[in-house]
């Protein structure tokens, strides 16, 4: 049981060279795992992941040019540049690795995605929900926050580990409190033991 638990750990950690497996109950970690994984494989990967996918500007361009001037000639377009071929190798690099990133229980519902941005939408929506979902989250966190009453039956460690738990799910919510008020949030949660 516990190589099996120490296995799943490794493999929604990732590494240098392995991007991290998606954990259904650990989606907001796996996120931030997996944009440290490709930011560290290219400034540009996961500006793709932001923007989506690059998609060069092609301009007509006439070829055979006496033949054109009587009416002939053919419209070709003009090849991608180099910086164009770079830009969309790393979004193939980003779509691959996020692809990889996805257990294959969950890999049905991205299969049919195109892009590492469109990949990243989906999985997003599936697992922080709707501007709603995420609303409601944000609540619950605050008011967890702002009612934090440690118990007396627990130790100060067991009472700080149950904050700090609370702290992040604010820190998710993208809701930061300065340290003087989350200090004094938790020094006042602690009431007189």
């Keep these: 049981m516990a190589q099996a638990l120490s296995l799943n750990v490794f493999n929604s950690v990732g590494g240098s060279n392995r991007a991290p497996i998606l954990v259904a109950n650990e989606y907001h970690h796996w996120s931030q795992r997996m944009e440290r994984y490709l930011r560290r494989l290219g400034r540009d990967v996961w500006r793709f992941v932001e ?28 090849r991608p540049t180099k910086d164009d071929l770079d830009k969309m190798e790393n979004d193939v690099v980003a779509f691959y690795e996020i692809s990889c990133g996805v257990a294959p ?70 809701t930061i409190h300065s340290n003087h008020e989350t200090n004094l949030q938790f020094l006042n949660g602690l009431g007189r033991h």
């Design 51 to 78: 923007e989506g996918p690059h998609v060069p500007v092609l301009t007509p361009i006439q070829t055979d040019g006496a033949t054109a001037r009587l009416g002939g000639g053919q419209r070709v377009m003009s």
């Design 105 to 174: 229980d969950n890999f049905d519902i991205i299969i049919n995605c195109k892009s590492a941005k469109e990949i990243c939408d989906v999985l997003k929506n599936l697992y922080e929900g709707s501007e709603q979902a995420q609303d409601k989250k944000l609540t619950t966190a605050l008011n967890e926050f702002n009612n934090f009453k440690a118990h007396t039956s627990e130790s100060l460690e067991d009472s700080f580990k149950t904050f700090n738990l609370i702290v992040t799910k604010l820190s998710n919510a993208s």
